[in-house]
C-alpha cells in the first residue's frame, strides 16, 4: 500500500500540472474485499471520486471476486461458504 499511496501522489502532481487523468493499476493484486476498500478509500482520498472507475484505477485478482462473492454469501446467508465453493479460475 505505501509504494501504491506514493504513485497515486505522483498521478495527483501530475493531473495538478498537465491537466490530464492517468490510471493505474497496483501491482501484487488484492487478495480480498478489506484489502480492496482500503485500495478504493486511498484512491477517494488521494485523487477524488473521478478516479474510482475502471478507466483509472482496476484490480485484477481473481481471488478478489472469490473474496468478494464469499462475502456476498455471508451477507445473504449469515456464515462463509467454503474458499473453494467458488471457482479458481
Not at 14 to 42: D, E, I, R, W
Amino acid at each position: 500500500m505505501p509504494v501504491t499511496y506514493t504513485m497515486l501522489q505522483a498521478i495527483r502532481d501530475h493531473y495538478l500540472a498537465t491537466g490530464k487523468m492517468v490510471g493505474m493499476k497496483p501491482a501484487g493484486g488484492v487478495s480480498n474485499s478489506k484489502l480492496a476498500l482500503h485500495y478504493l478509500v486511498m484512491v477517494k482520498e488521494t485523487l477524488g471520486e473521478d478516479w474510482l472507475n475502471n478507466t483509472y484505477f482496476r484490480f485484477g485478482a481473481s481471488s478478489l471476486a472469490n473474496d468478494v462473492l464469499m462475502q456476498m454469501v455471508k451477507a445473504k446467508t449469515g456464515h462463509y461458504s467454503s474458499a473453494d465453493y467458488f471457482s479458481i479460475d
